[in-house]
């Protein structure tokens, strides 16, 4: 076994915390690396970070004579604690986007075309695989409920856009205009629909997934639905919590600490409010129920809350930005590290391409469909329903950490590998190909600089 290996492998060396550290450092060295290589390479951060990870994890070494990777997977698996920090970060960082002032500047339009470009990717997605469903039955051995649930959240994490890419592209051809406003409006609220509605599949998946115990129909179909309420809950009681917390602590430091305090929290008392009425169910004779409280939900709840009502919000969510960028760094390159093709079998592979394949090519249907129906709706001028959907490309890191989520449901968790690698390869495809659409969108709307053509 290779040295560096065996000293980079969190079980290997007896659960050694000394071990975390040196990985931690080493992921950091590689997204710093990794972050020059893609400046050089005129490619998004994003897309380094994750082959960074395949570089470090079993991904891509461990098909070079049975090597492992330079981290092994039971490291990856000690280090997951980053991975639901910075899911909590994201999701606070999306509720914080509905500020009143903002929806009132913008007006209700922009959550229009959001609301429906999220909802026709969800649903063109979820057809276009279930069209290959008997394939796909037949090659991952499973039921069609599974399927199903497979399309369900590969549809509902469809939905979701990344930002930063387009606003880049926007920032650096000093683009201007009212195609240019709308997007910008749009892919700022377009993550919490997108968080909407894989809230709603998950209900979903978690209605039809067949239950291993005793269970109680009226139960099973309410369950999803008190999640969802339980959620929002928690996410207001933490977003009032956090408000009270910044009134009365004022240093930098504090506040910030007081951040980490309730989003952390709120996260982790989903968890135990969801284990509790399971172990509730298991008590009364019914193992076959279950209720998943959305901790992605919940946070961004607690954003919302603090956004429109804590008047130090503007200040303690800068120092938020200003803190996040090692976990984002680390949350990257962690996914595409957690990715072992060695474990994929031939028929997995065949699913993962056709996946992409249908992912990708339906996700840009979608949002192109959603875009013409709702700009039609709203009245915009054509060139923004006609261009627009080709600055909503791009995918990151919203929908990485909903493929995580994802991957944890029972019914879901023997394809978790075969969503993971399908959502991050064609967030890669995405990051890469999506800025060259958006520059192009810019400048066909005659928005854009032309002296930086």
Not at 245 to 251: A, L, N, R, S
Not at 326 to 339: D, I, K, N, Q, T
Not at 431 to 450: I, N, R, S, V
């Amino acid at each position: 076994m290779n040295l560096l290996f065996s000293f980079i492998d969190f079980e290997g060396s007896g659960n050694n915390p000394s071990v975390l550290l040196l990985a931690i450092a080493v992921i950091l060295l590689t997204g710093l690396l990794m972050s020059k290589l893609t400046k050089v390479l005129h490619i998004p951060n994003v897309t380094g970070y994750l082959v960074g990870g395949l570089l470090l994890g079993p991904g891509l070494l461990g098909l070079i004579n049975g090597f492992d990777g330079i981290i092994s997977i039971s490291t990856v698996e000690a280090l997951k604690v980053i991975v639901k920090i910075e899911l909590a970060f994201i999701a606070f960082t999306i509720g914080c986007e509905f500020k009143k002032s903002f929806i009132k500047s913008v007006g209700i339009k922009p959550i229009i075309v959001a609301a429906g470009e999220s909802f026709f990717a969800v649903i063109i997605i979820f057809g276009v695989i279930m069209c290959f469903s008997p394939l796909l039955v037949n090659l991952l051995d499973k039921t069609m409920v599974e399927v199903t649930s497979y399309a369900l959240a590969l549809g509902s994490i469809g939905a979701a856009t990344a930002p930063a890419a387009t606003l880049m592209v926007i920032k650096q051809y000093r683009a201007k205009g009212e195609l240019t406003d709308t997007l910008i409006a749009t892919v700022a609220v377009d993550d919490a629909t997108a968080l909407i509605f894989f809230g709603l599949a998950i209900a979903i998946i978690e209605i039809i997934s067949p239950n291993s115990g005793n269970s109680n129909i009226v139960l099973s179909i309410a369950s999803p639905f008190i999640a969802i309420i339980l959620a929002i809950g928690l996410g207001v009681l933490c977003g009032f919590a956090l408000v009270l917390f910044t009134k009365y602590f004022h240093g930098r430091g504090t506040r910030l600490c007081a951040i980490l305090c309730t989003t952390l929290g709120c996260s982790g008392l989903c968890y135990a409010v969801s284990l509790g009425f399971n172990t509730l169910f298991a008590n009364c004779g019914l193992s076959g129920n279950s209720i998943e409280v959305s901790d992605l939900f919940a946070v961004m709840v607690v954003g919302l809350i603090y956004t429109n009502f804590s008047p130090a919000e503007e200040e303690t969510v800068e120092l938020v930005n200003r803190f996040t960028p090692p976990f984002v760094m680390m949350f990257f390159v962690l996914s595409g590290a957690e990715l072992d093709f060695g474990e994929l079998n031939g028929n997995q592979i065949v699913v993962i391409v056709l996946s992409i394949a249908c992912y990708v090519i339906a996700r840009t249907a979608g949002k192109y469909a959603g875009v013409q129906v709702t700009g039609r709706l709203c009245k915009l001028p054509s060139k923004v329903t006609n261009l627009m959907a080709l600055g909503l490309m791009p995918q990151g890191g919203v929908a990485i950490g909903l493929s995580i989520t994802a991957s944890r449901l029972p019914v879901l968790q023997d394809i978790s590998l075969i969503i993971s690698t399908t959502i991050i390869t064609s967030c890669i495809i995405t990051e890469l190909f999506g800025p060259l659409f958006t520059k192009f969108m810019l400048y066909k709307a005659k928005e854009a600089d032309p002296a930086l053509k």
